[in-house]
């Protein structure tokens, strides 16, 4: 079965630090990965697809980019209203599986 | 602005079915594909069913196939989710979402029909 591998499945880190989350997944899917974030009782918000094109109005601290079947999701300096998690999706086929979230945290 | 109304969830008994329904405003319903996500109760999001925009295309995740079936009238904006044979694995909060183009990433998401499925 396909799936998409998420890590880290948390992480903490301090305001203005530098975030890394990674999805790898179980096939190639050409660039057909995007990225969520849901902030605690709230609706997943697109940031990311075509893994690296910014959805408009998201802010440019987050990057995305991809590296055959690895994809990472980059916030370059992480701010209070960035505590979420955050999911990768893939789009290529059916099944549109989705990674299992991180949980990103301020220290 | 871009509005999706999720209706319908409700308390079922296992064995039951439900039927949700989702209410598209601010967009050319008939030109977008559109897709259910659920997420049960403290875990991750779940992909359930895409319905392309012509209603002609629909797909289906693994462990709903044959219990879950997915529609459109794009001459009212409505998408629909029937749902059969319910399970107690079933519960979950069932989001409706717009593909931002077909076959892509949603852009779009309700703010979701709660389903519980419980004796």
């Known amino acids: 079965d396909f799936q998409m591998t998420q890590s880290p499945s948390s992480l903490s880190a301090s305001v203005g630090d530098r975030v890394t989350i990674t999805c790898r997944a179980s096939r190639a899917i050409s660039n057909y990965l995007a990225w969520y974030q849901q902030r605690p009782g709230k609706v997943p918000k697109l940031l990311i697809y075509a893994a690296s094109t910014l959805q408009s109005g998201v802010p440019s601290r987050f990057s995305g980019s991809a590296s055959g079947t690895d994809f990472t999701l980059t916030i370059s300096s992480l701010q209070p209203e960035d505590v979420a998690t955050y999911y990768c999706?893939?789009?290529?086929?059916?099944?549109?599986?989705f990674g299992g979230g991180t949980k990103v945290q301020i220290k | 602005e871009v509005q999706l109304l999720e209706s319908g969830g409700d308390l079922v008994q296992p064995g039951g079915s439900l039927r949700l329904s989702c209410a598209a405003s601010g967009f050319t319903f008939s030109s977008y594909t559109m897709g259910w996500v659920r997420q049960a109760p403290g875990k991750g999001l779940e992909w359930v069913s895409d319905?392309?925009?012509?209603?002609?295309?629909?797909y289906y995740a693994a462990s709903v196939k044959g219990r879950f079936s997915i529609s459109r009238d794009n001459s009212k904006n409505t998408l629909n989710l029937q749902m059969n044979s319910l399970r107690v694995e079933d519960s979950a909060l069932y989001y409706c979402?717009?593909?931002?183009?077909?076959?892509?990433?949603?852009?779009?998401w309700g703010q979701g029909a709660l389903v519980t499925v419980s004796s």
């Open positions: 319905i392309s925009a012509s209603g002609g295309n629909t």
């Open positions: 979402a717009k593909a931002r183009i077909s076959g892509s990433s949603y852009d779009y």
């Open positions: 999706q893939n789009y290529d086929n059916a099944p549109l599986t």
